[in-house]
């Protein structure tokens, strides 16, 4: 059983800052990426940061520059969001790719935590 939990969502004025965090846990063998998405109301889910094995890092254009994903082990992953906007607010969600101790593989998401930029 692996469960992904966030936190850290919270109401912010444009140019603020906030700070997510993410955490795996159970029976986890490793962990190839944790990866936030986000998803605005009417809109589709989409990529936001990945932490990739190797130290690769990817982020969408929109947040490059102002967003800063890392990891603090191998089952935390953090999201540091600066120079917010509104077009930020979103339920943000984190995945993580995991092998289990049964070695098998899979996508793990939490239940989202909601940021709101207020203007």
């Known amino acids: 059983q692996v469960q992904v939990v966030e936190s850290g969502g919270d109401v912010v004025q444009s140019g603020g800052s906030l700070r997510l965090s993410c955490e795996a846990s159970g029976s986890i063998l490793s962990i190839y990426a944790m990866d936030w998405y986000r998803r605005a109301p009417g809109k589709e889910r989409e990529l936001v940061a990945a932490?990739?094995?190797?130290?690769?890092t990817v982020y969408a254009d929109s947040v490059k520059g102002r967003f800063s994903i890392f990891r603090d082990n191998f089952r935390k992953v953090y999201l540091q969001m600066d120079s917010l906007e509104p077009e930020d607010s979103a339920v943000y969600y984190c995945?993580?790719?995991?092998?289990?101790?049964?070695?098998?593989?899979?996508?793990?998401w939490g239940q989202g935590t909601q940021v709101t930029v207020s203007s």
């Open positions: 932490s990739r094995s190797g130290s690769i």
């Open positions: 995945k993580a790719d995991v092998l289990s101790v049964r070695l098998t593989r899979g996508d793990y």
